[in-house]
């Protein structure tokens, strides 16, 4: 189990270009890679983010590369060859003209502007790609074991959380026989109370009473319980993205315990319905940094 917080950073040098890679995420229902890097390596950008992706199923993830020309690397330049042959052919009209040889000398040449220009920022995609795989790879691993370890110590939280639940829920379920035992009771007493005749053999009366004491039984609701619960730690041990399960579960579990709450009319239910949802809530807003 993983955390959608993290950080990681890395760097690789080659012959040519210096790559340095840094990776933070947060939490975020969806994946969403956001890349920083050079503008001439836009193309890249798609195979890049295949790499994240496969590490990463969800959060907010930035990642900011840097790229710098390594100082022995060559630089490349451009040469304008327009000019060059324009400034030849004024020197051969030039020596037409005077009816004598005139040659341009390189100095000549060099002295036009824009002729001979270094390309500061010209980068090779393949050259460039080498670079940054490695150190994209360094920093995704600084990453997921920032993520892991922190993932770890949501789970030891939750499970807390869990046990509290659980014990409250045990409360409810042991005291679940004894709330139709009493809603029967105190319906009786009403009934008495009301000076009103009680005929067993009556079958309206009987059906009335059986229906009030299904709708008080919480034995299914205490058996969902049970299940959502014991299902949420199996997520808990699973290496693979749980965020969304474990969510889901919390929904589930607490309209379990609302149900609860409403059906049983309990006041020793009903204050361990509340105490457990409190710790649900808890655990929910954990639920929210699981990937």
């Keep these: 189990m993983q955390s959608m917080t993290g950080f ?10 210096t790559a340095r890679v840094e990776i933070t995420s947060v939490n975020r229902k969806q994946a969403d890679i956001v890349f920083n890097l050079p503008r001439e390596l836009g193309e890249l950008e798609g195979s890049l983010r295949k790499t994240v992706l496969n590490a990463i199923s969800r959060g907010r993830v930035n990642v900011a590369i840097q790229l710098e020309r390594a100082a022995t690397a060559p630089k490349p330049f451009n040469l304008d060859c327009a000019r060059a042959q324009a400034l030849e052919a004024a020197f051969t009209a030039l020596s037409d003209l005077l009816n004598r040889p005139i040659k341009p000398e390189a100095q000549d040449f060099l002295r036009i502007p824009g002729l001979l220009s270094f390309e500061d920022s010209g980068m090779d995609q393949a050259e460039a790609l080498e670079a940054i795989s490695p150190a994209l790879a360094g920093a995704l691993e600084r990453l997921l074991e920032m993520r892991h370890s922190e993932g770890q110590d949501l789970k030891s939280d939750l499970l807390e959380r869990l046990n509290v639940i659980e014990e409250h829920a045990k409360v409810i379920g042991e005291a679940n026989p004894q709330v139709v035992t ?9 009934l008495r109370e009301a000076e009103i005749e009680l005929d067993l053999n009556d079958d309206r009366l009987l059906k009335e009473i059986a229906i009030f004491a299904e709708r008080c039984d919480i034995s299914e609701e205490t058996t969902r319980l049970t299940s ?13 993205s749980v965020g969304r399960s474990l969510d889901f579960l919390c929904q589930e579990i607490n309209r ?26 808890k655990i929910r807003e954990q639920v929210q940094n699981i990937e």
């Excluded at 990681?8 to 270009?17: D, I, M, Q, Y």
């Excluded at 959502?228 to 693979?240: A, K, P, Q, S, T």
């Design 182 to 190: 009493r809603q029967r009771e105190n319906l009786h007493q009403r």
């Design 256 to 281: 379990e315990f609302n149900t609860i709450g409403s059906k049983a009319n309990d006041s020793r239910i009903a204050q361990n319905v509340v105490m457990a949802k409190t710790e649900l809530e």
């Design 8 to 17: 990681g950073r890395s760097e690789h040098a080659t012959s040519n270009f």
């Design 228 to 240: 959502h619960l014991g299902r949420f730690r199996e997520y808990l041990d699973r290496n693979e």
